[in-house]
């Protein structure tokens, strides 16, 4: 494995911030990269690295951080290097040290928060195309930063730092300095999953040349760590922030053909998929086929609830979105936990997790969330236990996948409409006469009261789209109940 590249270490002194105005305003507004979760935005438009420099002092001062010390490190696009060691100047500015990461997943980020109780941030767009970046953030012990939880005042902050054109020096300028967590991360994970017993596995991996390319050799294979009973076939392990093969985006089927292939031309008993930032993680079982989202979270919390009740947990919780298989919450309540379910995003799953003191969380999305990682979301500890999970028995991925996912889904279908509210009222007319309940607590989602199907529209807060999830108990109940939905929404 080629050595990892490293940030320059040396910074110039605090400098004034130069705004890119146009003639008509000379205020700066951030809002359009300001999500609800993190930063994100167009590099050289809605985030450059005058913009993150402010952001930097913007959290030092926030979060209260002068004179302590705070953890930056960037995925493999081309602008992380510069908007790291910007926003370590901004912090080093108003007096907070910084140890910067160097190339790191974002669940690595979560570990080094956590394992180290500091705060950090860490530059990616996980997903997004090759000209975006973003910031996600956090507090010490991995507690997430929200719009509701001080990203808000963060901005405000930063945009006054803008628009008076400096950032005020703190009595003490911060020290900058790097630390490589990598090693640390991998023993600790392959502390909570033991894999040494597991049977041989062939695993196909599709890293999406991000930052999965770095991690998986670490904590899957022999690079830093003895080595497990694994054959690892690498697909584009090679960190490029361009995304030369595909997007990413392991969320659209057309991104997993690759590796779909793959899995079936080697032979392999698994495949993996990871996202830019590698935080979420796919599944394709031997035949080349998806293992839903849904189905792992079921097949994690099963392994989760058991290693809870044998160490004396009577009930341990599981939290699930609203739009996970119900057959999450029955498995959960088969196998004697207790389900908690609660709206789409994470930082919702996060504070439910740390009120309900939940061990495990999944989304319909591939977020997964630990009690045992600071309850913040891996996609590889996710993976670590469907590799358990399949290298503890003989059968192969397909059979053990089907009994975790009895029932039918649609998977998560976009329609552009301007007047959403309107198209789910005439949803709602046309079931009125159906026997049917209807709870909003994300969206609107109708439940059959028989049993044989539900299904949720949830209006995008950033785009045109109402999105669509469905599921029955048989696909042509689920075929008929999506069309209808979908041909009185698009009207």
């Avoid at 609800?36 to 420099?53: F, H, M, P």
């Avoid at 058991?306 to 298989?325: D, F, M, V, Y």
């Avoid at 969206?443 to 539900?454: E, K, L, P, Q, V």
């Amino acid at each position: 494995m080629p050595p990892r590249p490293r940030l320059n270490s040396r910074f110039t002194g605090p400098r004034k911030i130069k705004p890119v105005t146009s003639e008509q305003t000379k205020t700066f507004d951030l809002s359009a990269s300001f999500k609800a979760y993190d930063v994100r935005g167009i590099v050289g438009e809605s985030i450059t690295a005058e913009i993150v420099e402010a952001v930097g002092a913007a959290f030092v001062d926030i979060l209260e951080l002068e004179g302590q010390t705070i953890l930056v490190g960037g995925d493999m696009r081309p602008s992380s290097p510069e908007f790291s060691k910007a926003f370590a100047d901004g912090a080093a500015t108003r007096g907070a040290n910084v140890e910067l990461l160097d190339l790191i997943s974002t669940d690595e980020l979560y570990f080094a928060c956590g394992f180290l109780n500091r705060a950090g941030a860490t530059f990616t767009a996980s997903h997004n195309p090759a000209g975006y970046n973003g910031i996600k953030m956090s507090k010490a012990g991995a507690v997430p930063i929200s719009s509701e939880a001080g990203l808000k005042d963060i901005q405000a902050l930063a945009e006054q730092y803008l628009n008076t054109g400096s950032i005020p020096a703190a009595e003490t300028r911060g020290l900058i300095g790097v630390r490589d967590v990598l090693k640390d991360y991998a023993e600790y994970l392959r502390t909570l999953v033991d894999l040494t017993g597991s049977r041989p596995l062939k695993i196909v991996v599709d890293a999406g040349n991000g930052m999965a390319g770095l991690t998986t050799p670490a904590v899957l294979g022999d690079t830093l760590l003895p080595k497990l009973p694994f054959d690892i076939v690498p697909l584009y392990f090679e960190l490029d922030g361009s995304f030369p093969n595909h997007p990413a985006n392991p969320l659209e089927p057309e991104n997993l053909r690759d590796l779909q292939a793959a899995v079936v031309a080697h032979g392999a008993d698994i495949g993996l998929a990871f996202d830019g930032d590698a935080d979420r993680c796919f599944v394709i079982d031997e035949k080349g086929e998806p293992v839903s989202p849904s189905a792992i979270t079921g097949m994690v919390a099963r392994r989760e609830i058991a290693r809870a009740k044998a160490q004396g947990e009577s009930t341990p919780t599981i939290i699930h979105n609203l739009l996970t298989s119900r057959a999450v919450p029955e498995l959960v309540a088969h196998d004697g936990g207790r389900a908690v379910r609660t709206r789409v995003g994470h930082s919702f799953i996060k504070a439910v997790m740390a009120e309900e003191g939940a061990v495990f969380g999944g989304e319909h999305s591939a977020h997964f969330y630990f009690r045992d990682f600071w309850n913040a979301d891996t996609g590889m500890l996710a993976a670590m236990h469907v590799l358990a999970a399949l290298g503890e028995q003989d059968g192969a991925l397909s059979d053990l996948g089907r009994e975790y996912e009895p029932y039918v889904s649609s998977g998560e279908i976009n329609s552009e409409i301007e007047d959403k509210a309107g198209a789910v009222d005439r949803v709602r007319q046309d079931f009125a006469a159906e026997d049917i309940t209807i709870d909003t607590m994300d969206g609107s989602t109708f439940t059959a009261n028989d049993g044989s199907y539900w299904f949720n529209l949830r209006p995008s807060n950033t785009e045109p789209f109402l999105r669509l999830n469905a599921e029955a108990t048989d696909r042509a109940t689920m075929e008929r109940v999506r069309d209808r939905v979908l041909s009185i929404v698009r009207a």
